[in-house]
DNA sequence: TAGTTTGCTACTGAATTCATAGCATAGCAG
DNA sequence: CTGCTATGCTATGAATTCAGTAGCAAACTA
């Protein structure tokens, strides 16, 4: 029914080498995966918290990222207070938040909020 | 016919703030945004030697992510060379490695090898 | 002229994601 | 106990995205 979560040491979509950084690279490249690392970083929400906080993911969808992001130990849950990152995924975090620091200055030059696309 | 690719300054697929990080976050969330950039940071690519880099994207898929990484000003096409990175594209580049590394360790401490997932 | 490589598009089917509704369990007030 | 609320999670069908194959026009080689 699923499709296996994405691990280092086993092929994956698009490389069947095994390399972690392509397992990664699967992981971190479906949807709402790197949002919902993103969302946790304040601290643990619940099912219906985190939902909320991406803007209403669909709960399908949500349910299979949580899932593999479970399997790859990024993320665990803990009854109590809800689904927290783990230890390995805490060492993600700086690489997260350089990200929003690129953002920003990717924002400053990328036309975009006046300019129409289409 | 195509979704319009995400930019800074505009609402994306799950967040309308137009914040960058949520543009930035729903670019690379597409499958092979992250890949493709990582395969670009050797040095500029054909479209062809790109597809083989990428264990062989389908055409559709590669032209679509291209055509929103050039939006973005993240790739360029220098008709001689092929495709390559931007300036801003080359400064997200230690974020890649970094995240290279991490997912080395991550590797390491993260069963998938011997075990089977399901 | 033929042969190759380039970027790119059409088409069809498979996979993923979306949106809505709903379930079973648990806590808590009355 | 009954009624209310919140939790994690699942079922369903439709929409969107992705995959896989084939093929095109232009540029370059010889």
Redesign the pocket.
Known sequence: ???KPPLPHQPV??SATGRPIMALLDLLG???SLRVLWELQGGP??????QTACD????????????ELRAARLVI?D?GR??ALTEAARRLQPNLMALQGWAEDWARETPGGSEEQE
């Open positions: 029914m699923s499709a979509r698009g479906r949807r709402w929400l619940t099912f219906r918290a985190l209403g993911v669909s709960p399908t969808v949500l349910q299979q990222r949580l899932k849950h009854g809800g689904y």
